[in-house]
C-alpha cells in the first residue's frame, strides 16, 4: 500500500505535471465564479419581482433554480461538454473545457441565486419602505439600499459555494480536458501508482481549506458584530 | 380659504376582514400642525402610510395642494419626494453613513449633486446638533440621534409636509426629549405636519389641532386645549383617563 498510495518518488515524479494542469481548474474557476455571480444575482432579483404581471418570469426562474439544483452537475457537463461539439455546427465552440464552463457556470447559478435570495429576503421590509419613502423607485431601492445589505450578509455562503465550485471543476476531466484530475489519470494509468492522485487531492486541498477557514472567521466575526448588538 | 395643505375624504383601509380605517375625513391647512391621538390599533400609523402612498388603500381620495393622488396615473415617487415620513423605527440605512443617509435621497430622486446635496445635508445636520455624526454609521449613534438624523433624512427632500409615526415610541424616557425639540423646531420653520404621537403634553404644547382616532374613524376633533380638559366624548374621556391613570399626561 505504501508503494501504490504514498510513493514519495512517484509523488515528486508527477507533481510538476499536475499542478501546471491543476493551473487549468483555478482557470475554469475563476471564470466560472465570475459569470455566477452576476448570472445569479440577476436571478434571485428576477424571482423576486412584484406583481402579476411578472408572473411568468418568476415562474421561469423557479423553475430553472428547481431544474439546474436537481440535475447532476456530471450529467450536465457530459451532455454539453460530448453534445454539442458533436452537432459540428459553425460558430458554437468545439472546447471542452468551454462546454465545462458553461455547464458550471448553468448549475452553479442555480444555488448561488438561492443565496442572494436568502440575503435578500433578509432585509427587513422597512428598510424598503424608508427608501421607497424618500421617492426612490423601485429599482433604485433594489441597488442602493437592499442589495448592498443583502450580499454583504451572505458572503459566507456565497464563499462555501466557491468551495463547492472549485472541487466541481474536476468534473471538467471528463470530457479531456487535461486538468489536474485528468492529468493525474494520465500519470496512474502509466505506472499504476495511486500516489498520483494523491497529487490532486494536496493540490485541491491546498486551495479549500484556506477558504474553508477564511470563511469560518468571516462567520465568526459577523457573530460577534450581532452579539454585540451591531447591524451588519 | 386657501388651498388646504391635504385633504382627505372617505378614506378606507381593510387587512384582510378587519376595517382598520372606516371613512377618514381630514382637513390639514398650510402651515398646521395635526396631532393624531389614539390607542393602538385605532389606525393612526396606517393613516399616515396611507398618505404617502407607502399601503394601498380600499376607497377615498387624498388631496395634496390641489392635486389628487388617487388620480389614475399618478407618479406614486413623485408623490412621495413631496411627503416625508419618519417611522417609530427609524429605519436608517445601516450601511451607510450619516451624510450618505441623508443625502441618498436628493442625489436619487431629485438628481442633486453629490456636491450640493453634501452641502445641504451639512447644513441640516449642523441645526440640529449632528454635525460631528456626519461621518458615523447609525449604529454608533444612540437613539435619540438615530431619530433625528431620520427626521433630517425627510427634511433633507425639502417636503411640502411631513408625517411622524409615533417617533418617540422606541426611545428611552431619557431620549424623547431631544427628539421632540427637533420636532418643536420643524414646526416654528412652518413645516405642515401630521403627527401620530401618544406624547400628550407633546401633542397639547405643539398642535394646532388634536384628532382622536377610534375604530378607525376620527371621533372627536378640536384645539388641544378642548380635546384634552373637556371632551365632548365619552370615549374620549375613557382614553385619556387611561393615559392619565399611566403616568402620560
Known amino acids: 500500500m505504501r508503494t501504490a498510495f504514498f510513493n514519495w518518488d512517484a509523488y515528486r515524479s508527477s507533481f510538476p505535471e499536475?499542478?501546471?494542469?491543476?493551473?487549468?481548474?483555478?482557470?475554469?474557476f475563476l471564470i466560472a465564479e465570475a459569470f455566477i455571480l452576476v448570472f445569479a444575482l440577476l436571478l434571485a432579483v428576477l424571482r423576486g419581482l412584484p406583481g402579476p404581471v411578472f408572473f411568468p418570469v418568476r415562474l421561469l426562474a423557479i423553475a430553472y433554480a428547481d431544474f439546474f439544483r436537481g440535475v447532476p452537475t456530471i450529467l450536465v457537463i457530459a451532455l454539453l461538454g460530448f453534445g454539442a461539439p458533436a452537432l459540428a455546427l459553425d460558430g458554437i465552440p468545439t472546447s471542452t473545457t468551454f462546454w465545462g464552463i458553461?455547464?458550471?457556470?448553468?448549475?452553479?447559478?442555480?444555488?448561488?441565486?438561492?443565496?442572494?435570495?436568502?440575503?435578500?429576503?433578509?432585509?427587513?421590509p422597512s428598510q424598503?419602505?424608508?427608501?421607497?419613502?424618500?421617492?426612490?423607485?423601485?429599482?433604485?431601492?433594489?441597488?442602493?439600499?437592499?442589495?448592498?445589505?443583502?450580499?454583504?450578509r451572505v458572503i459566507p455562503p456565497l464563499l462555501n459555494d466557491f468551495i463547492g465550485l472549485q472541487k466541481d471543476t474536476a468534473l471538467v476531466g471528463i470530457l479531456g480536458s487535461v486538468e489536474a484530475f485528468k492529468q493525474s489519470q494520465i500519470e496512474v494509468s502509466a505506472d499504476f501508482n495511486f500516489t498520483h492522485y494523491l497529487v490532486a487531492a494536496t493540490l485541491f486541498v491546498a486551495i479549500t481549506i484556506p477558504l474553508a477557514r477564511f470563511t469560518d472567521w468571516l462567520v465568526a466575526r459577523d457573530r460577534r458584530r450581532r452579539q454585540a448588538g451591531r447591524l451588519v | 380659504m386657501s388651498v388646504a395643505a391635504v385633504s382627505i375624504s372617505g378614506l378606507r383601509k381593510s387587512f384582510g376582514k378587519t376595517e382598520v380605517l372606516r371613512g377618514i375625513d381630514l382637513e390639514v391647512a398650510e402651515h398646521e400642525v395635526v396631532c393624531l391621538i389614539g390607542a393602538s390599533g385605532s389606525g393612526k400609523s396606517t393613516l399616515l402610510r396611507c398618505l404617502n402612498?407607502?399601503?394601498?388603500?380600499?376607497?377615498?381620495?387624498?388631496?395634496?395642494?390641489?392635486?389628487d393622488?388617487?388620480?389614475?396615473?399618478?407618479?406614486?415617487?413623485?408623490v412621495r419626494r413631496r411627503i416625508g415620513i419618519v417611522f417609530q423605527s427609524y429605519n436608517l440605512f445601516p450601511h451607510m453613513s450619516v451624510l450618505r443617509n441623508v443625502t441618498l435621497g436628493p442625489m436619487k430622486a431629485l438628481g442633486r449633486s453629490r456636491g450640493q446635496a453634501e452641502a445641504e445635508a451639512t447644513e441640516l445636520l449642523a441645526r440640529f446638533g449632528l454635525a460631528d455624526r456626519r461621518g458615523d454609521y447609525p449604529d454608533?449613534?444612540?437613539?435619540?440621534?438615530?431619530?433625528?438624523?431620520?427626521?433630517?433624512?425627510?427634511?433633507?427632500?425639502?417636503?411640502?409636509?411631513m408625517l411622524l409615526d409615533e417617533v418617540t415610541s422606541a426611545l428611552d424616557p431619557e431620549l424623547v426629549a431631544e427628539v421632540l425639540n427637533v420636532i418643536r423646531e420643524v414646526a416654528a420653520g412652518g413645516m405642515t405636519m401630521l403627527i401620530a404621537t401618544h406624547e400628550m403634553s407633546f401633542a397639547r404644547d405643539i398642535a394646532n389641532r388634536v384628532c382622536f382616532l377610534d375604530g378607525g374613524v376620527i371621533l372627536e376633533q378640536g384645539p388641544p386645549a378642548q380635546i384634552f380638559t373637556k371632551p365632548g366624548e365619552e370615549r374620549t374621556r375613557q382614553f385619556l383617563d387611561r393615559i392619565i391613570a399611566a403616568g402620560r399626561l
Open chain 1, 128 to 152: 424598503e419602505a424608508a427608501a421607497r419613502s424618500l421617492g426612490l423607485t423601485r429599482t433604485q431601492a433594489l441597488g442602493s439600499v437592499v442589495l448592498p445589505q443583502a450580499v454583504r
Open chain 2, 140 to 161: 454608533r449613534l444612540s437613539g435619540g440621534q438615530q431619530q433625528r438624523v431620520a427626521i433630517v433624512r425627510a427634511l433633507a427632500m425639502k417636503p411640502e409636509l
Open chain 2, 69 to 78: 393622488l388617487t388620480a389614475r396615473g399618478v407618479d406614486v415617487n413623485r
Open chain 1, 102 to 124: 458553461v455547464s458550471l457556470v448553468l448549475i452553479y447559478t442555480a444555488y448561488v441565486s438561492e443565496v442572494y435570495r436568502a440575503g435578500i429576503e433578509s432585509v427587513h
Open chain 2, 53 to 67: 402612498l407607502l399601503e394601498p388603500f380600499d376607497s377615498g381620495r387624498i388631496v395634496v395642494r390641489g392635486e
Open chain 1, 18 to 28: 499536475i499542478s501546471r494542469a491543476f493551473l487549468l481548474n483555478v482557470k475554469i
